[in-house]
C-alpha cells in the first residue's frame, strides 16, 4: 500500500453536544464514502464508533474513535469525539492532532454549553470549522434559529452553504447556494428538484451574503462585485476555501445524519473548506522545543523532515496490550523500527501500525506526513508524548487538561483487592488524563477523581469489566481541622509508682492561636533547668502527637503556638517517655480552655452559565453557605460567578448544576482556605464522628 500524498488528507474531529447526532453523522459519512456496508445507530448499539460496551449500555460517544475512509481521491480521517460534559476533556486531546471539525448543532436545541466549550478548544488549537445544522426534520426544527444562535454565541459570522426548503415536518430538502441546485430530502438520495418559488427570494439573499462575504476578503472580487460583474463558480470556491481555512467566516451546512440527507454535499465542502496538513502547517506552523539545545524548532509535514509523531489518545487493554493512537506532523514511521520518546528519553521499539476504523484495525507498513494511526504496546509512552528518530528529539506542546471536579472514596467490594484495584485504576488511567487516584494519607481511603459522577461511575464499569474488580464508591471525608481561638495554660503531670523504679514527668505550657495558615510553633521558654534539656524534645513530641489526632472531633489541631515554661523533673523516675505522656496531658487540658473550634476547607468556586440561569444558580450556591465574590459578563450570553463555598457542600454539585441549568452549566473549583465551621454544623459532625469512633471500636 503506498503512502498517501499529504495533500490529499484531512484529519477532521466531529464536535457537539451530547445527542446532536456526531456518531450518527459518522456512521453516514462512513457508509457513503463505500468504509463500511450499513448506518449503525446508537439506539441499536450496532455502530461502528461507539463500540465500547459502556457507551452501547450508555447510547451515548464516552471515547473519541477514529476511522478512515477516502472520497474523491482523498483520504479522510474522521474522529467521532464525546460531546457530554463529563468526557470532553478527552475531544480537547483530539483537538491537537487534528486539522480541522466538523461542529453539529441540533436544529431543535441549538448551542448548548458543551459547544461552546469545544469551540473554546478549536479555537485553542486555531482549527478551522463547518457547521452542520442537523435534524432538520424534527418537530420544532429552527434553522434560522440556530443560524443566529452561530452568531450570537461565537462572535463569528456563520454563512450558509446550503439553506433548507422548509423546517421540521415540512423540511422537504435544501438548496446548495453556489450550485443553485435544490435537492429533495429522500433519505439517502441527493435527487435535484427545482428551486420552489416561495424560497427564490430567500436564495438569492443568502447567496448574496455569501458572494458578499467572498468578495470581501479579495480586493479585485470586491471591486468587480461592486460594479456589478460576476463572479464565477470557481471564484466563489476558491474564495470559500481561503475564508474558511483563515476563520474569516464559518461555513455552515443543514441536512439530517439520521436519513443520510445532505451528507454527501458535508462531505464534498468538508474537502472544500477544511485544509490539508499542509495548509494547515501554513496556518499554524508546526513548532516544538528541541531536547538537545532547549530551541525552538519547526517542522514540515513532508517526508524528508526527521520523523516527528505526537501521541493524543490511548486505548488501555489488559489482554492486547496499550494501544497509541498518533498524527505524524513530519517524516516517516516504519513498522518494525525504534525510535525515541522525547519526553521520557526512553527508546521503543514499534511493531505493528494499524490504520483504525473503530476498533478494527488494518495493518500498514508505514504512515508518513499529516496520517493518523496505531501502534501496540508502547511502554514507556502516554497521551501527549513526541516520537520521533532518536538524533532529533523534539517535543511538541502538549494539551493541558482540566483539573478534575469531583471525588469520590473507592473501597474494594471483596477485602484483600486492594491491590487490584490500584493496578487496575492506573492501566485505566493511563487512557484518560482526566482521571485522577490517590490514597488520603490522613483519612487512609482511596480517592478516585474525575470530571462528574458519571465519569467515575464509567471508569469503574471498566475496572470491573476490564480487571475483574468491583469497588464501592462513598463520599469523601472532608478533611476538617481544629484550632483556637484564645490562649490558656495548663499543667500536665504523670506520675506512676507501682514498686520499684516509677514513671514522671511534670510540664506547664501555654497555647495560643496563631494567624490561619500560621501551622504550628513551639517555644523552649525553661529556665534554670527545671525541665532538663534532655526530656523538653519528648514533651512537644507528645504535643504534636496530639495535634495529629484532634480533641475535639479527631481532626488535626493548626495554627497553634505552644511555649513550654515550667515543669519539675525526679532524678529516678523522669524518662522521655513520662515528659511526652506529661506534653499531651497538657495540651488537651490546654485546648479545652482555649475555646476551640472547627475549621473546614473552603473553595474557590467559577461557575459559567447563561444568563437565563443566573439566578438560580447564585440562590442556589446561597443555600451552600456560598459568598458570591462577584459577577463577570461573557460571551454569548453567559456569566461568571465568582464564589467562595465550602467544600463539604460541594461533593456532589456537578450533578445538581446539570439539572438547575438543563445541562448548560460549567463549573471549575480549587482549594482556597480554612475558614471556622458554623457552631450548629460543627456540634454535628463532632456527634458524627464521635459516633463513627464508637463504632469503629465495637468492630474492632
Same mark, same amino acid.
Given at each position: 500500500?503506498?503512502?498517501?500524498?499529504?495533500?490529499?488528507?484531512?484529519?477532521?474531529?466531529?464536535?457537539?453536544?451530547?445527542?446532536?447526532?456526531?456518531?450518527?453523522?459518522? *456512521?453516514?459519512?462512513?457508509?457513503?464514502?463505500?468504509?463500511?456496508?450499513?448506518?449503525?445507530?446508537?439506539?441499536?448499539?450496532?455502530?461502528?464508533?461507539?463500540?465500547?460496551?459502556?457507551?452501547i449500555?450508555?447510547?451515548?460517544?464516552?471515547?473519541?474513535?477514529?476511522?478512515?475512509?477516502?472520497?474523491?481521491?482523498?483520504? #479522510?480521517?474522521?474522529?467521532?469525539?464525546?460531546?457530554?460534559?463529563?468526557?470532553?476533556?478527552?475531544?480537547?486531546?483530539?483537538?491537537?492532532?487534528?486539522?480541522?471539525?466538523?461542529v453539529?448543532?441540533?436544529?431543535i436545541?441549538?448551542?448548548?454549553a458543551?459547544?461552546?466549550?469545544?469551540?473554546k478548544?478549536?479555537?485553542?488549537?486555531e482549527?478551522?470549522? @463547518?457547521?452542520?445544522?442537523?435534524?432538520?426534520?424534527? +418537530?420544532?426544527?429552527?434553522?434560522?434559529?440556530?443560524?443566529?444562535?452561530?452568531?450570537?454565541?461565537f462572535?463569528?459570522?456563520a454563512?450558509?452553504?446550503?439553506?433548507?426548503?422548509?423546517?421540521?415536518?415540512?423540511?422537504?430538502?435544501?438548496?446548495?447556494?453556489?450550485? =443553485?441546485?435544490?435537492?429533495?430530502?429522500?433519505?439517502g438520495?441527493?435527487?435535484?428538484?427545482?428551486?420552489?418559488?416561495?424560497?427564490?427570494?430567500t436564495?438569492?439573499? %443568502?447567496? /448574496?451574503?455569501l458572494?458578499?462575504?467572498?468578495?470581501?476578503?479579495?480586493?479585485?472580487?470586491? +471591486?468587480r462585485?461592486?460594479?456589478?460583474?460576476?463572479?464565477?463558480?470557481?471564484?466563489?470556491?476558491?474564495?470559500?476555501?481561503?475564508?474558511?481555512?483563515?476563520?474569516?467566516?464559518?461555513?455552515?451546512?443543514?441536512?439530517?445524519?439520521?436519513?443520510?440527507?445532505?451528507?454527501?454535499?458535508?462531505?464534498?465542502?468538508? =474537502?472544500?473548506?477544511?485544509p490539508?496538513?499542509?495548509?494547515?502547517?501554513?496556518?499554524?506552523?508546526i513548532?516544538?522545543?528541541?531536547?538537545?539545545?532547549?530551541?525552538? &524548532?519547526?517542522?514540515?509535514?513532508?517526508?524528508?523532515?526527521?520523523?516527528?509523531?505526537?501521541?493524543?489518545?490511548?486505548?488501555?487493554?489488559?489482554?492486547?496490550?496499550?494501544?497509541?493512537?498518533?498524527?505524524?506532523?513530519?517524516?516517516?514511521?516504519?513498522?518494525?523500527s525504534t525510535?525515541?520518546?522525547?519526553?521520557?528519553?526512553?527508546?521503543?521499539?514499534?511493531?505493528?501500525?494499524?490504520y483504525? @476504523?473503530?476498533?478494527? /484495525? &488494518?495493518?500498514?507498513?508505514?504512515?508518513?506526513?499529516?496520517?493518523?494511526?496505531?501502534?501496540?504496546k508502547?511502554?514507556?509512552?502516554?497521551?501527549?508524548?513526541?516520537?520521533?528518530?532518536?538524533?532529533?528529539?523534539?517535543?511538541?506542546?502538549?494539551?493541558?487538561?482540566?483539573?478534575?471536579? #469531583?471525588?469520590?472514596?473507592?473501597?474494594?467490594?471483596?477485602?484483600?483487592?486492594?491491590?487490584?484495584?490500584?493496578?487496575? =485504576?492506573?492501566?485505566?488511567?493511563?487512557?484518560?488524563?482526566?482521571?485522577?487516584?490517590s490514597?488520603?494519607?490522613?483519612?487512609?481511603?482511596?480517592?478516585?477523581?474525575?470530571?462528574?459522577q458519571?465519569?467515575?461511575e464509567?471508569?469503574?464499569?471498566?475496572?470491573?469489566?476490564?480487571?475483574?474488580?468491583?469497588?464501592?464508591?462513598?463520599?469523601?471525608?472532608?478533611? %476538617?481541622?481544629?484550632? @483556637?481561638?484564645?490562649?490558656?495554660?495548663?499543667?500536665?503531670?504523670?506520675?506512676?509508682?507501682?514498686?520499684?523504679?516509677?514513671?514522671?514527668?511534670?510540664c506547664?505550657?501555654?497555647?495560643?492561636?496563631?494567624?490561619?495558615?500560621?501551622?504550628?510553633?513551639?517555644?523552649?521558654?525553661?529556665?534554670?533547668?527545671?525541665?532538663? /534539656?534532655?526530656?523538653?524534645?519528648?514533651?512537644?513530641?507528645?504535643?504534636?502527637?496530639?495535634?495529629?489526632?484532634? @480533641?475535639?472531633?479527631?481532626?488535626?489541631?493548626?495554627?497553634?503556638?505552644?511555649?513550654? %515554661?515550667?515543669?519539675?523533673?525526679?532524678?529516678?523516675?523522669?524518662?522521655?517517655?513520662?515528659?511526652?505522656?506529661?506534653?499531651?496531658?497538657?495540651?488537651?487540658?490546654a485546648?479545652?480552655?482555649?475555646?476551640?473550634?472547627?475549621?473546614?476547607p473552603?473553595?474557590?468556586?467559577e461557575?459559567?452559565?447563561? *444568563?437565563?440561569?443566573?439566578?438560580? &444558580?447564585?440562590?442556589?450556591?446561597?443555600?451552600?453557605?456560598?459568598?458570591?465574590?462577584?459577577? +463577570?459578563?461573557?460571551?454569548?450570553?453567559?456569566?461568571?460567578?465568582?464564589?467562595?463555598?465550602?467544600?463539604?457542600?460541594?461533593?456532589?454539585?456537578?450533578?445538581?448544576? /446539570?439539572?438547575?441549568?438543563?445541562?448548560?452549566? =460549567? %463549573?471549575?473549583?480549587?482549594?482556597?482556605?480554612?475558614?471556622? &465551621?458554623?457552631?450548629?454544623?460543627a456540634?454535628?459532625?463532632?456527634?458524627?464522628?464521635a459516633?463513627?469512633?464508637s463504632?469503629?471500636?465495637?468492630?474492632?
Open positions: 500500500m503506498s503512502r498517501i500524498n499529504v495533500k490529499q488528507i484531512r484529519n477532521v474531529a466531529i464536535i457537539a453536544h451530547s445527542g446532536a447526532g456526531k456518531t450518527t453523522l459518522s *456512521e453516514a459519512i462512513l457508509f457513503n464514502t463505500g468504509a463500511t456496508d450499513r448506518i449503525g445507530t446508537t439506539e441499536a448499539g450496532n455502530t461502528i464508533m461507539d463500540y465500547e460496551p459502556e457507551e449500555s450508555r447510547k451515548m460517544t464516552i471515547s473519541s474513535a477514529i476511522a478512515y475512509c477516502d472520497w474523491k481521491n482523498t483520504r #479522510i480521517n474522521l474522529v467521532d469525539t464525546p460531546g457530554f460534559i463529563n468526557f470532553i476533556e478527552d475531544t480537547r486531546a483530539c483537538l491537537r492532532a487534528v486539522d480541522g471539525a466538523v453539529i448543532v441540533s436544529a436545541s441549538g448551542v448548548k458543551e459547544t461552546e466549550k469545544l469551540w478548544y478549536a479555537c485553542e488549537f482549527v478551522p470549522r @463547518i457547521v452542520f445544522i442537523n435534524k432538520m426534520d424534527r +418537530e420544532s426544527a429552527k434553522f434560522y434559529n440556530a443560524l443566529d444562535e452561530l452568531y450570537k454565541s462572535e463569528s459570522d454563512i450558509p452553504l446550503n439553506i433548507p426548503i422548509g423546517e421540521g415536518e415540512n423540511f422537504k430538502g435544501f438548496v446548495d447556494l453556489i450550485e =443553485l441546485k435544490a435537492f429533495s430530502a429522500e433519505k438520495k441527493s435527487i435535484e428538484i427545482p428551486i420552489p418559488d416561495e424560497i427564490k427570494a436564495v438569492d439573499e %443568502y447567496r /448574496q451574503k458572494v458578499e462575504k467572498i468578495a470581501e476578503a479579495d480586493d479585485s472580487l470586491l +471591486e462585485y461592486l460594479e456589478g460583474g460576476e463572479i464565477s463558480k470557481e471564484e466563489i470556491m476558491s474564495g470559500l476555501k481561503q475564508a474558511s481555512i483563515t476563520r474569516r467566516f464559518i461555513p455552515v451546512c443543514c441536512g439530517v445524519a439520521s436519513n443520510n440527507i445532505g451528507v454527501k454535499h458535508l462531505i464534498d465542502y468538508i =474537502l472544500l473548506c477544511l490539508n496538513p499542509e495548509e494547515m502547517s501554513l496556518i499554524s506552523p513548532t516544538g522545543i528541541n531536547k538537545k539545545d532547549g530551541k525552538e &524548532v519547526t517542522r514540515k509535514p513532508i517526508e524528508t523532515d526527521p520523523l516527528t509523531a505526537y501521541v493524543f489518545k490511548t486505548i488501555a487493554d489488559p489482554y492486547a496490550g496499550k494501544l497509541s493512537i498518533f498524527r505524524v506532523y513530519s517524516g516517516v514511521l516504519k513498522a518494525d525510535v525515541i520518546n522525547a519526553n521520557s528519553n526512553a527508546k521503543e521499539r514499534i511493531g505493528s501500525i494499524f483504525l @476504523i473503530g476498533k478494527k /484495525q &488494518v495493518s500498514v507498513q508505514s504512515v508518513g506526513p499529516g496520517e493518523i494511526a496505531a501502534v501496540v508502547l511502554k514507556e509512552t502516554n497521551v501527549g508524548d513526541s516520537l520521533c528518530e532518536e538524533h532529533h528529539p523534539v517535543t511538541l506542546p502538549k494539551v493541558k487538561f482540566s483539573d478534575p471536579v #469531583i471525588s469520590y472514596a473507592i473501597a474494594p467490594k471483596t477485602k484483600g483487592d486492594e491491590e487490584k484495584v490500584s493496578l487496575g =485504576l492506573n492501566r485505566i488511567l493511563e487512557e484518560d488524563p482526566t482521571l485522577h487516584f490514597r488520603d494519607e490522613e483519612s487512609k481511603e482511596m480517592i478516585l477523581s474525575g470530571m462528574g458519571v465519569h467515575l464509567v471508569a469503574l464499569e471498566k475496572l470491573k469489566r476490564k480487571f475483574g474488580v468491583e469497588v464501592i464508591m462513598k463520599t469523601p471525608k472532608i478533611p %476538617y481541622r481544629e484550632t @483556637i481561638r484564645t490562649s490558656a495554660k495548663s499543667q500536665g503531670k504523670y506520675k506512676k509508682q507501682s514498686g520499684g523504679r516509677g514513671q514522671y514527668g511534670d506547664w505550657i501555654e497555647i495560643e492561636s496563631l494567624p490561619r495558615g500560621g501551622g504550628y510553633e513551639f517555644v523552649d521558654k525553661i529556665v534554670g533547668g527545671v525541665i532538663p /534539656q534532655q526530656y523538653r524534645p519528648a514533651v512537644e513530641k507528645g504535643i504534636i502527637e496530639t495535634m495529629k489526632e484532634g @480533641i475535639l472531633a479527631g481532626y488535626p489541631i493548626v495554627d497553634m503556638k505552644v511555649t513550654l %515554661y515550667d515543669g519539675s523533673y525526679h532524678t529516678v523516675d523522669s524518662s522521655e517517655m513520662a515528659f511526652k505522656i506529661a506534653g499531651s496531658m497538657a495540651l488537651k487540658k485546648f479545652v480552655d482555649a475555646k476551640p473550634v472547627l475549621l473546614e473552603v473553595m474557590k468556586v461557575v459559567i452559565v447563561h *444568563e437565563e440561569f443566573l439566578g438560580a &444558580v447564585i440562590g442556589d450556591l446561597n443555600s451552600r453557605r456560598g459568598k458570591v465574590q462577584g459577577v +463577570e459578563p461573557q460571551a454569548g450570553g453567559n456569566q461568571k460567578i465568582l464564589c467562595l463555598v465550602p467544600m463539604a457542600e460541594m461533593l456532589t454539585y456537578a450533578n445538581q448544576l /446539570q439539572g438547575i441549568t438543563a445541562g448548560r452549566g =460549567l %463549573y471549575s473549583m480549587e482549594f482556597a482556605l480554612y475558614e471556622e &465551621v458554623p457552631a450548629h454544623a456540634q454535628k459532625i463532632i456527634a458524627e464522628r459516633k463513627q469512633k463504632e469503629e471500636k465495637e468492630g474492632a
